[in-house]
């Protein structure tokens, strides 16, 4: 005599019920297995990653943002150069040299002279 593996033993019930048409739904395919532990570091820097990619796309984009209650989106140069932040009426600001995960490294001429400017990305408020 061999032994058989995974046998499903139906009470009467299941059988009239699968007789009658009837389907039973099963909760164990929705378990997805341990639970998820979300005071663990590695939980926690995947939710960090995904922040600093979303906050990126959305610079990139040219979704507008909020510094000292001025608004001012980035424009993207021609052909995947780097481009420059706008503010709200399409003026020129500043130009961008650099964007990083977190970082926008831009400079601006003012009377004659280069004022670098360095954006956070963490920081800035997004305008949606």
């Known amino acids: 005599m061999s032994k058989l593996k995974?046998?499903?033993?139906?009470?009467e019930k299941m059988l009239k019920a699968i007789a009658?048409?009837?389907?039973k739904f099963d909760n164990r395919v929705n378990n997805t297995g341990r639970p998820v532990n979300k005071q663990s570091a590695?939980?926690?820097?995947?939710?960090k990653q995904a922040f600093y990619a979303?906050?990126?796309?959305?610079f990139q984009k040219g979704n507008q943002f909020k510094i000292n209650n001025s608004t001012?989106?980035?424009?993207?140069?021609?052909?995947g150069s780097l481009?420059?932040?706008?503010?709200?009426?399409?003026?020129?600001?500043?130009?961008?040299?650099y964007i990083g995960r977190t970082k926008v490294k831009c400079y601006s001429f003012t009377l004659g002279k280069?004022?670098?400017?360095?954006?956070?990305?963490?920081?800035l408020k997004f305008v949606s």
């Open 6 to 11: 995974n046998v499903v033993v139906l009470d």
């Open 42 to 47: 590695r939980y926690k820097r995947l939710a």
């Open 114 to 123: 280069k004022v670098n400017i360095e954006l956070n990305l963490k920081t």
């Open 54 to 58: 979303d906050v990126n796309s959305k």
């Open 72 to 79: 001012y989106a980035y424009s993207a140069g021609k052909d």
């Open 83 to 97: 481009g420059c932040i706008v503010d709200g009426l399409g003026l020129h600001q500043c130009n961008v040299d």
């Open 20 to 23: 009658n048409g009837e389907k």
